[in-house]
């Protein structure tokens, strides 16, 4: 696993290092995000013990455009948890300060045939820290996203992206504590986005919004 992410690693870098020799732009865009996080405890005397978090935040996220091949994607997550539960059980935190920081690196690829509708995908590298009532959490591991843009005007556009990741939840010395089996995640992004730079070639509201 961890060669594989060396690999993955090193694909990014060698990409990212190039994008300045071609005419490459950036565009940028942010909004709010729901993340659902479950953590199997997995036990050998009794059933497995399952952790959920539900998170509320907001999201950035930067991108290449022209880039050869295929673009590259960072989105960048906080999050607050408002739910808890284990076993299916609702769980009162002790800790009022717990949060979450997310990060997503990704090859990405547009479908633009429908022109009005632009669907996404990317594959590519999650990480992410949280603060629970238990321990410092670092998860690591690989992620896909889908989602489609609406171009509403030449330089705004609404955007939706939905990740999904599995994770190693045992990273560090947590795994001597307390030993996770399976991590997994779901995120749900809705932003906007506004460009001066790179235009949409079609969308709903034509002029100079």
């Known amino acids: 696993m961890k060669k594989l992410f060396l690999v993955l690693a090193l694909f990014f870098f060698s990409f990212g290092a ?3 020799e071609f005419n490459c732009d950036f565009i940028f865009d942010e909004g709010i995000s729901y993340c659902q996080v479950t ?3 997995k036990l050998e005397d009794r ?3 399952v952790r959920e978090n539900m998170m509320i935040g907001a999201y950035f996220s930067t991108q290449t455009v022209g880039f050869p091949f295929c673009d590259l994607q960072l989105d960048v997550s906080a999050y607050y948890p408002f739910y808890q539960a284990f076993n299916g059980m609702k769980q009162a935190p002790r800790n009022v300060l717990n949060y979450a920081l997310d990060s997503y690196l990704a090859f990405k690829v547009d479908y633009t045939e429908l022109e009005y509708v632009i669907f996404t995908g990317s594959l590519g590298m999650h990480y992410m820290y949280q603060l629970t009532d238990e321990w410092h959490m670092n998860y690591l591991g690989l992620g896909l996203s889908t989602g489609f843009e609406l171009p509403i005007s030449k330089s ?4 939706n992206r939905n990740h999904f990741s599995y994770d190693n939840a045992n990273l560090g010395p947590n795994k001597f ?3 996770f089996r399976a991590a997994y995640q779901y995120h749900i992004n809705l932003g906007v986005r506004y460009s001066r730079r790179v235009f ?3 969308c709903y509201i034509k002029g100079d919004l």
Do not use: D, G, P
């Open 47 to 49: 059933s497995n013990f």
């Open 200 to 202: 949409n070639e079609y």
């Open 177 to 179: 504590m307390q030993h």
């Open 39 to 41: 953590r199997i405890e």
């Open 156 to 159: 705004w556009t609404i955007v």
């Open 18 to 20: 190039s994008a300045f």
